[in-house]
């Protein structure tokens, strides 16, 4: 019930493209989805994160859609550049876990000039 | 700016020989974390500090102890590495617990031979 479900396992766009990255979970008690980015050799990096409250945020090329009554939410990135190109994580944590994170199993995005 | 700071990059070490990764922040956050990240896999939680507070995660081998002398610095020992521990080993700072941003460190690559 403590797992975040996260597909695609890897995924290839051209340049100006538009990749969707989806999790799922089970643990209705999760009220925190923070998604991470991560380029090789460096620590992972917040990118966005939403509270089920909202159904979707944007913040420039990045959105999280939320469906709460499906327990599923999603990373778009709309414009995807080359220097888009990371590992990209789901998580999710709940009050009663406090900080603990939840990862999903990460997505590998390859962006294509 | 270097927010969280991970020392060494790179640690080799021989199977069963103690080791030290280190880590350091500038950011006088109350909360440090240890996460063991292994090729192509999520960060996995080991351990975090609320200020002097220590909470074990459940699964945490017993061979991965940390300590933390002040608000600033976190170490991780690993007693006695097996090849199993080789993996990326990353350190991570919030200010609080609750759906408060992790700023995560480069990490360090352990080797064990």
């Known amino acids: 019930q403590q797992q975040v479900k996260q597909s695609p396992q890897s995924l290839i766009v051209q340049k100006g493209g538009i990749p969707i990255i989806n999790c799922a979970y089970e643990?209705?008690?999760?009220?925190?989805f923070p998604w991470y980015q991560q380029f090789p050799g460096k620590g992972p990096a917040l990118l966005i994160a939403?509270?089920?409250?909202?159904s979707e945020k944007k913040e420039g090329r990045f959105t999280i859609s939320f469906n709460k009554s499906a327990k599923q939410f999603s990373l778009h990135i709309m414009d995807s550049q080359p220097g888009d190109s990371a590992t990209y994580f789901c998580?999710?944590?709940?009050?009663?876990?406090?900080?603990?994170?939840?990862f999903g199993e990460g997505t590998q995005l390859t962006v294509n000039p | 700016d270097a927010m969280v700071i991970q020392n060494p990059r790179y640690q080799v070490t021989q199977f069963g020989k103690p080791v030290t990764l280190s880590c350091s922040q500038t950011?006088?956050?109350?909360?440090m974390y240890w996460y063991q990240q292994k090729s192509s896999q999520a960060p996995k939680l080991l351990f975090h500090?609320?200020?002097?507070?220590?909470?074990n995660e459940a699964d945490t081998p017993d061979n991965f102890q940390s300590r933390r002398p002040n608000t600033s610095f976190c170490f991780l020992d690993i007693r006695s590495p097996g090849l199993g521990d080789a993996a990326m080993y990353l350190c991570?700072?919030?200010?609080?617990?609750?759906?408060?941003?992790?700023?995560f460190g480069p990490g360090t690559r352990l080797t064990v031979l």
């Open positions: 991570a700072t919030s200010r609080d617990i609750q759906f408060d941003t992790q700023y």
């Open positions: 643990n209705t008690a999760f009220d925190y």
């Open positions: 939403i509270r089920p409250d909202v």
């Open positions: 998580a999710a944590s709940s009050a009663a876990s406090g900080s603990r994170l939840t």
């Open positions: 950011l006088n956050h109350n909360v």
């Open positions: 500090y609320y200020d002097k507070d220590f909470n």
